[in-house]
């Protein structure tokens, strides 16, 4: 929040900016040298013949954590895209 705070502020805009935390989420942070992760890294290369770009992402899933936790099981998240 402060971040963006300060960000507006030097814009010298006579706009206002809220911020509201809606709703906040434990981050999901897999272990891309799971098993899961390298059948993951595989496949995609099969399949699209280019090794995938690993990032971080997900924060809009917060499900994806609470299937970890509860589960104790490693969670891969997978985008449905091909390489740009």
């Known amino acids: 929040k402060k971040h963006l705070e300060e960000a507006f502020d030097k814009l010298n ?3 206002r900016l809220s911020i509201d935390n809606v709703f906040v989420s434990d981050c999901f942070l ?3 040298n799971d098993s ?3 059948a993951a890294r595989r496949a995609n290369k099969a399949v699209y013949r280019s090794e995938p770009e690993l990032i971080r992402e997900g924060g809009s899933i917060p ?3 609470s299937f970890a936790n509860i589960t104790r099981k490693s969670v891969c998240l ?3 895209c091909g390489p740009a």
């Open 13 to 15: 805009s006579c706009n």
């Open 30 to 32: 897999g272990d891309v």
């Open 36 to 38: 899961n992760y390298s």
């Open 63 to 65: 499900i994806a954590i």
């Open 78 to 80: 997978l985008p449905i």
